[in-house]
């Protein structure tokens, strides 16, 4: 079973959080570590629902637990 965690960035935090993992796959690449699991992070972060999108979804607002 898997944990489902959801965190609320800005803009400037998301986009820090996803040069730093570009970053970390360039390394890993350059130095033959597999990048699989960096990819598969990195992807559901680019592909992850915004907060505008969340609350579509929940109706009334976002229910932070």
Known sequence: MQDEVCLVVT?????????ALNELRTRCIKENIDTTDVDYLLLNIIDGKKQK???????DGYDAR
């Open 11 to 19: 803009e400037e935090e998301y986009h820090i959080i996803v040069n």
């Open 53 to 59: 999108d969340v609350e579509k979804v929940r109706g």
